[in-house]
């Protein structure tokens, strides 16, 4: 059971309230959750315990695991700010592969500057891409002095700005520092396999000496999408979890599988 409130509600925006709200049965909700829900124009969906356990439990196979990618601090790059920090008509040099097909960690490194402090050698991913983003960790964002939203890869509107300092010149971003929601990137067949769509979440476990559970994990679909379970290095460490490992699926949308199947 769940007592949804207004500030419980309130607590989901960032990350977007469902629409339709799910109401279980024995969820209990408060009428100014109710006149919140109204004024956002979200109807709530009665949805019935055991429709819920069904389609959680028909995550086919009982033991699906997923492997983990950890991702550093990094910076994704528009092809204008290339230019401006690398000096004009420079493109960027693959250095290693990343897990998604056509995505490489770039030999260019740069130096982020906040308010408070600065980080050196802060790794650029290629290829270069529409608006530039810098994915940084909560404990960078104690060093830089910038505190950031949890947000998806994309997802900048509102996001706080940084300066970024190259070779040959800087960039001064207005917005596009974010702390990267984790997410598990899989293909179409992969998401077949798991019983999920693209932007399902579901509950994962880290399997080494600190289970922690990551209960609310966005499911990303593309054919280019290899599994991967991508964290930052903060949940990592706090999850004792490095890039390899695998976890574990418990379930999915917020509901557990039944025990027997985990
Ligand atoms: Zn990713």
Redesign the pocket.
Known sequence: MALITEASLRAMIKDGIPNPFPLQEEDKITPSAVDFLKGRGIPLKRVNNKEVMEQTNALVAPDLTIPVGV?NRHIHLSPEDVERLFGQGYELTPLKNLS?PGQFAAKEQLTLVGPKGIIHGVRVLGPARGASQVEISKTDGFQLGIHPPVRL?GSIEGTPGITLIGPKGFATLAKGVIIAKS?V?MSPEEAETFQVQDGDSLILQAMGDRPVIFPDVIVRVHPNFVL?F?IDLDEANAAALKTGDTVKVLGKNGVLLSWSRR
């Open positions: 991702s998604q890869s997410h990137h991967d991508h």
